[in-house]
Nanobody
């Protein structure tokens, strides 16, 4: 079973940057599309970014477009979420999720698309 582990979450000041990582254990991520989601206290889980297995397709929620960038390094079996210009309302637990993508063209922000989930990493944006 594919296992995902997120890392990189921490406390950061408004306007700061963070890079989150999503790494796989036991299996390669080469044939999986990856999505990033977040959930703030009292709010529903929100899909914020995705990348196809080939890296050729990416998508972003309006709330993060222009500030966050998703990339992948298949040689390292890791997907990254670079987050810039962070705001207090970015505070949430961030999760990565995976779905099989043999053709390299899957990229969606709906949680129901994904089969495997990590445990999450906390990002807190506060002064």
């Amino acid at each position: 079973q594919l296992q995902l582990v997120e890392s990189g979450g921490t406390l950061v000041q408004p306007g700061g940057s963070l890079r989150l990582s999503c790494a796989a254990s036991r299996f390669t991520l080469d044939y999986y599309a990856i999505g990033w989601f977040r959930q703030a206290p009292g709010k529903e889980r929100e899909g914020i970014s995705c990348i196809s297995s080939s890296g050729g397709s990416t998508n972003y929620a309006d709330s993060v477009k222009g500030r966050f960038t998703i990339t992948r390094d298949n040689a390292k079996d890791t997907v990254f979420l670079q987050m810039n210009s962070l705001r207090p309302d970015d505070t949430a637990v961030y999760y990565c999720a995976a779905v099989s993508d043999v053709r390299g063209n899957i990229c969606g922000l709906g949680a129901s698309l994904y089969d495997y989930w990590g445990q999450g990493t906390q990002v807190t944006v506060s002064s």
